[in-house]
């Protein structure tokens, strides 16, 4: 497929998200729906959430008209589309007005199902594990949608990777899997750069974590993209969100209750602006998607370096998070 066909689309549904976030931001105007300042909160600002509805509806549209493109059953994406539509729905009524989380994770919980009943054929253990991390990722991105450019930025960098990897071994539905995500979100962070005026909000944040489940096993069942490589790519994030979520929960606290404890957060309080959080964590992805790639074969399996990343990731946190506890007394985390 010509180079001119993949950059047209992709630009075409890039323009199509910035025109409808355009749009949703202007109802959320309308309707009052604001992010106000404070409290867990990191931005000084009233500030438009569930901007990132028009992205995600793009998104939508860009599945079938990839298979439609490429010629293939309704099977290849329609259980994508429903399980993501049914994530979209559950976070605009959130949005707009609270959802319990029994209901949201019961939502969560038939997407993600949906999603690996019908595109990876593994036995259940596997299965079992799948939706477990699928579930995870879709929270995680609740987690980390709480910085300015913070959750788009990784998403972007994620589907880029995934889309190049795949057009390069000739798997041209998750190349565009993956460029239709990194499309749609290049859209959207015209209006979520610092200083935002639109969050995405969780008619987004939870189903971009479902669109890179998705492209993890979509990779992993075609093989045309190791698995390792999104997980490194989102091991910064992968490990903030997992140890902040432990520690709450050894502490007693209500883990499932909004928060601004995760490393990100206490470094944006420490001082640093969105974009130097962002661009920190972005490094660490960088070097971690290095490792992977430059590990020696003789050295051992992949699962190795695997494990070195996360090691690495979770001392690194430790040490950081210990540092910025000891700075208290500087009032950098009241």
Same mark, same amino acid.
């Given at each position: 497929?010509?180079?001119?066909?993949?950059?047209?689309?992709?630009?075409?549904? *890039?323009?199509?998200?910035?025109a409808g976030t355009a749009l949703a931001w202007r109802y959320a105007l309308h309707r009052q729906l604001l992010d106000q300042p404070g409290g867990r909160r990191l931005h000084a600002r009233p500030t438009v959430r569930g901007a990132g509805i028009a992205a995600m509806l793009v998104f939508l549209l860009a599945l079938p008209a990839g298979a439609s493109w490429l010629a293939l059953p309704p099977g290849?994406?329609?259980?994508?589309?429903?399980?993501?539509?049914?994530?979209?729905?559950?976070?605009? =009524?959130?949005?707009?007005?609270?959802?319990? *989380?029994?209901?949201?994770?019961?939502?969560?919980?038939?997407?993600?199902?949906?999603?690996?009943?019908?595109?990876?054929?593994?036995?259940?253990?596997?299965?079992?594990?799948?939706?477990?991390?699928?579930?995870?990722?879709v929270n995680l991105y609740n987690f980390i949608d709480g910085s300015d450019s913070f959750a788009a930025a990784h998403a972007i960098v994620l589907g880029l990777v995934v889309a190049i990897?795949?057009?390069?071994?000739?798997?041209?539905?998750? =190349?565009?899997?993956?460029? *239709?995500? =990194?499309?749609?979100?290049?859209?959207?962070?015209?209006?979520?750069?610092?200083?935002?005026?639109?969050?995405m909000g969780d008619v987004a944040s939870g189903p971009i974590g479902y669109l890179a489940a998705m492209l993890l096993l979509l990779g992993w069942r075609?093989?045309?993209?190791?698995?390792?490589?999104?997980?490194?790519?989102?091991?910064g994030l992968i490990t903030d969100a997992t140890l902040t979520l432990l520690l709450r929960i050894g502490a007693g606290r209500r883990w499932y209750r909004p928060h601004r404890t995760h490393l990100y957060q206490w470094l944006r309080r420490c001082g640093l602006s969105a974009l130097q959080v962002c661009g920190l964590y972005l490094v660490w992805a960088l070097l971690a998607t290095l490792c992977l790639?430059?590990?020696?074969?003789?050295?051992? *399996? =992949?699962?190795?370096?695997?494990?070195?990343?996360y090691g690495s990731a979770a001392l690194l946190w430790w040490r950081v998070r210990r540092n910025l506890l000891q700075g208290r007394r500087r009032n950098c985390l009241a």
């Open positions: 497929m010509d180079i001119q066909v993949w950059v047209g689309a992709s630009s075409l549904l *890039a323009l199509s998200s910035m290849s994406w329609l259980p994508l589309a429903i399980g993501l539509l049914a994530l979209v729905v559950v976070g605009y =009524a959130d949005d707009h007005a609270s959802v319990s *989380a029994r209901w949201r994770l019961l939502v969560q919980v038939m997407a993600s199902g949906l999603l690996i009943w019908s595109q990876l054929p593994v036995p259940l253990p596997t299965a079992l594990v799948a939706l477990a991390g699928t579930v995870w990722l990897c795949a057009w390069q071994i000739g798997d041209v539905w998750l =190349a565009w899997l993956g460029l *239709a995500l =990194a499309s749609v979100l290049l859209g959207f962070l015209p209006f979520n750069w610092p200083p935002a005026r639109a969050f075609e093989g045309s993209v190791d698995p390792l490589l999104p997980l490194a790519l989102l091991s790639w430059l590990w020696p074969v003789q050295w051992g *399996a =992949a699962p190795v370096a695997f494990a070195l990343i």
